[in-house]
Each structure stands twice: as C-alpha cells, then as structure tokens.
C-alpha cells in the first residue's frame, strides 16, 4: 500500500503527518492482496470572498478498475480529517463486503438454485 500526500496552502507538522499515515495504514486490512495507492490531498481554500476559514481533505484510492473519493470540508485540519477519514472507511468496507457478495454468489450450484427457485431453504 501506497500513501501519498497533497498538500496545498496548509502548514502541517510532522506529527499530524504521522497520524495521518498511521490512521491511514490501517485500511490495509481491507484489500490485503491487491496493490492501492491512496492519495490524501490538504488545502486550504479560505479567500476573502467566502468568510471564515476552510480545510479541505480529499481522500482517494485506486485499486484495479475501481476508485473510491471522499471529500470533507470543516475549519479545523484535523477535524476534517477524521470525519472524511470515518466515511473513507466506511466506502472500504462497503467495497469489500460487496466484493465479498459477488465472490460467494457464484459458487452456489444447480441444486442451490433450483431450491431457492421451489421456495426451500437450507
């Protein structure tokens, strides 16, 4: 797994990196075999125009044909990122178990379908 950072208009220490990449390892457990890139974009899109400040972080990860991106925007760095963190982890899951599903639906048989057909389950 491949961690990159993007980041743009934001001072950020080595620490909070650090976190991030830690926090961001632990998505391994999801797709094990298959090689991801996750790219983690931080900018900073406050301007005079708008009022207040914006932190934006953008998570993404590509594997194979499949990409998942979320997006959160809050004043506060980290606060962004957990919450866009929490729901990056959520598509994850749902990823896998969906993946999951497809992987076990085709090892039912003849005889499995045919029962599920006449309304009998095992």
């Known amino acids: 797994m491949k961690v990159e950072f993007h980041i743009k208009d934001i001072v950020i220490s080595a620490k909070q990196k650090?976190?991030?990449?830690?926090?961001?390892m632990k998505l391994k457990r999801y797709l094990?075999?298959?090689?991801?890139?996750?790219?983690?974009?931080?900018?900073?899109e406050t301007s005079p125009e708008?009022?207040?400040?914006?932190?934006?972080?953008?998570?993404?990860a590509v594997f194979g044909s499949e990409k998942i991106f979320v997006q959160h925007v809050d004043d506060r760095l980290m606060r962004s990122f957990a919450y866009a963190y929490k729901s990056?982890?959520?598509?994850?899951?749902?990823?896998?178990?969906?993946?999951?599903?497809?992987?076990?639906?085709?090892?039912?048989?003849?005889i499995d379908r045919a029962l599920r057909r006449l309304g009998i389950r095992k």
Request: aromatic share 6%; net charge positive.
């Open 18 to 24: 650090a976190l991030i990449e830690k926090k961001v």
């Open 88 to 110: 990056f982890e959520r598509a994850m899951s749902e990823f896998q178990r969906k993946r999951l599903d497809k992987t076990q639906k085709g090892s039912t048989g003849k």
């Open 32 to 44: 094990k075999d298959e090689p991801m890139i996750i790219d983690i974009y931080l900018r900073d």
């Open 50 to 60: 708008k009022g207040g400040t914006d932190q934006v972080v953008e998570l993404s």
